[in-house]
Structures are given as structure tokens and as C-alpha cells.
């Protein structure tokens, strides 16, 4: 339901759930690297019941930003996704910001998270960074790459190392 009404939504509902989604990451992770993984990967077969997970704050605010997606997402007229070619200057300045802060074999688990060299909770720490980053980008930019790897990621066909179209990845 939620990919119908992403691509709709507000940027301030798109940058909401971004911000939301960086919440649950930490306090999935704080409790269970497997979950967390799962949590940003669920075609790993593996579904997580998040009330076992996240605090009754926090899946009190997801629902708050789901309602406001889904209502941002029903009125407001569909925004254009963007292409890989159109963020990829957005993505260039999100790995900048990463080669500050993170080793080059901890960057190399964002190309390829199902590798088992890497381990879950490696992978939720550089997906979770990668989300703070962008976070961190101008508004307009913010909700652009976000809305691109929310919903736009699997439209445009894109390596399926980003958040699914329901939030989760």
C-alpha cells in the first residue's frame, strides 16, 4: 500500500519516515543484529514483529507519519522519481561524507550487504550511516534522494541494496 502513496506523499512526510526509519534501525539493532538486517533487507525471508523491537514511543510516532504519508500521499499530485543518473551526484556526496567517517572495506558492504564477509550488524551500521547522511543533506536534496531510495530504488530497477518501497529494505 505504502509504495502507491510515496510517490505522493509530502517531502516532509518522505524525510518523516526517513527520519523514522533511522530510529527503528537503532533500536532494532540495539536488540538483535539478525532483525535489524532483516529489517532492511526483507527479502532475506526473515519477517520481524517491530513491537518486539521498538519502544511504544517510537511505534506510536510511525504510526503519526504513516497516517500523515498516506494522507500527504491521497491529495497531493504523484512527484516525478528520480533517476539513478539524477542522484547519483546526491549518492557522490553521500560517500564523501562516508570516506570521512568509515574505513574503504566498511564502504564496500553497501555495495554488496549479502556478502557473508560482512556481518549483520556491519551492515546495519553502514545502512543506518548512509541514512543519517542523507538526513544530513539540504531539505530539497533530502527528500529527493530519499523518495528515490524508498520507492524509486526498485521503479528505476536499481540495485536492490536500499530500502524497499515499504519502508523497509
Known sequence: MLPKYQSRASDGAI?????????????IASRDTDA???FFFSETNRS?????????????REFV?????????????????????EVSQLQKVIYERLDQRYSTSELLVIANP??????HQTVCRMFRA?????????????AQ??????????????NRDT???AGRA
Open 145 to 158: 534522494l530519499l523518495r528515490f531510495l524508498f520507492g524509486g530504488a526498485s521503479a528505476n530497477k536499481h
Open 15 to 27: 524525510i518523516s519516515l526517513g527520519e523514522l526509519f533511522v530510529s527503528e534501525a537503532d533500536e
Open 65 to 85: 507519519i504513516i497516517s500523515d504519508l498516506v494522507e500527504t500521499g491521497a491529495t497531493n499530485n504523484p512527484k516525478r522519481i528520480s533517476t539513478d543518473q
Open 130 to 142: 548512509r541514512l543519517e547522511e542523507v538526513l544530513n543533506l539540504p531539505v530539497t536534496d533530502r
Open 163 to 165: 530500502p524497499d518501497s
Open 36 to 38: 535489524c538486517y532483516a
Open 114 to 119: 549479502h556478502s557473508p564477509k560482512y556481518s
Open 48 to 60: 520481524i514483529d517491530l513491537s518486539k523491537y521498538v519502544s511504544f514511543p517510537t511505534a506510536e
